[in-house]
């Protein structure tokens, strides 16, 4: 498989005659960012069989050490977008995901890592080291097709809107949907909107061969507490550390619990 996607990328890459500063990384280490793929976000219309690619403009590294520090984001809907959800039938049927690659595992003792968003409060998943090795195959090559079109090639953190004629770009045809291109077995990362969804990071415990069936890392991204998790509400995406459900309902339990003291000293 790894020799098909070499094989298939470089096909691809070979066509593209601008500079690669515009197009969104993978998680291959020729790369500019040296294996550290950028975050890019995928809108797909089942019913409509339409996909939307953007490329969110950060390395999976910087979006982790940023996050190490509480930062959010906001992207509101480019005119892509706009077009995209303007000739969908029915947007409440529109699901989206978040994913990022990073096949060097770069940082010691990383190894290889990857971005995804999951639903909120869903029990994490599982891989073994092999699977989570294997997770970049196929949406390596529906990266690299996606960077073929729309707006990728010339403009910063651009975007695109491909159908099933456009191959290997189509996010429903194989190589990315919600499953990784079928390379995660009974996982489904696909939110709907006005859903959140929480941001985990899907790692290797170890790359030696000898401990490839040995459970990998799964784990939500955090900061102080907070879970991060993503949303969109069909204008804009957004990306912030915030309190689980749970927290809010001891809030709300807490903050009744003061009302009712205060209650009590006001009668005395």
């Known amino acids: 498989m790894h020799i098909y996607r070499t094989l298939i990328t470089a096909a691809i890459a070979a066509s593209v005659s601008t500079s690669a500063f515009a197009l969104i990384e993978d998680s291959k280490a020729g790369g500019a960012l040296g294996g550290s793929g950028e975050l890019f976000w995928v809108v797909m219309d089942q019913d409509g069989e339409r996909s939307y690619t953007r490329d969110l403009g950060i390395s999976l590294d910087n979006f982790l050490a940023a ?3 509480g930062q959010s984001w906001s992207f509101a809907n480019d005119e892509t977008l ?7 039938a029915n947007p409440g049927n529109l699901i989206w995901n978040i994913g990022a690659l990073d096949s060097t595992g770069s940082g010691t003792g990383n190894f290889q890592k990857f971005l995804s ?45 491909a159908v099933p004629a456009d191959g290997f770009a189509y996010a429903l045809g194989g190589l990315w949907g919600t499953n990784f291109g079928g390379k995660a077995a009974g996982f489904n990362n696909g939110i709907a909107i006005d859903e959140t969804a929480s941001l985990i990071l899907i790692r290797q415990a170890s790359n030696v ?15 102080n507490g907070l879970a991060y998790t993503a949303s969109f509400d069909g204008s804009a995406l957004n990306i912030a550390a915030i309190p689980e459900p749970s927290t809010y309902a001891m809030m709300g339990v807490g903050i009744a619990a003061l009302g009712f003291a205060a209650r009590r000293r006001n009668k005395r």
Request: glycine fraction near 10%.
């Open 209 to 223: 061969f000898a401990q490839r069936f040995n459970p990998g890392i799964v784990s939500e991204l955090s900061y």
């Open 82 to 88: 706009v077009q995209f959800i303007s000739g969908t």
């Open 67 to 69: 996050a190490a520090t």
């Open 117 to 161: 968003t999951y639903g909120q409060g869903a029990t994490l998943p599982t891989f073994n080291n092999q699977a989570v090795g294997f997770l970049d195959d196929s949406a390596d090559i529906f990266i690299a097709s996606t960077n073929t079109l729309g707006s990728h090639q010339a403009v910063a953190n651009g975007s695109n809107i």
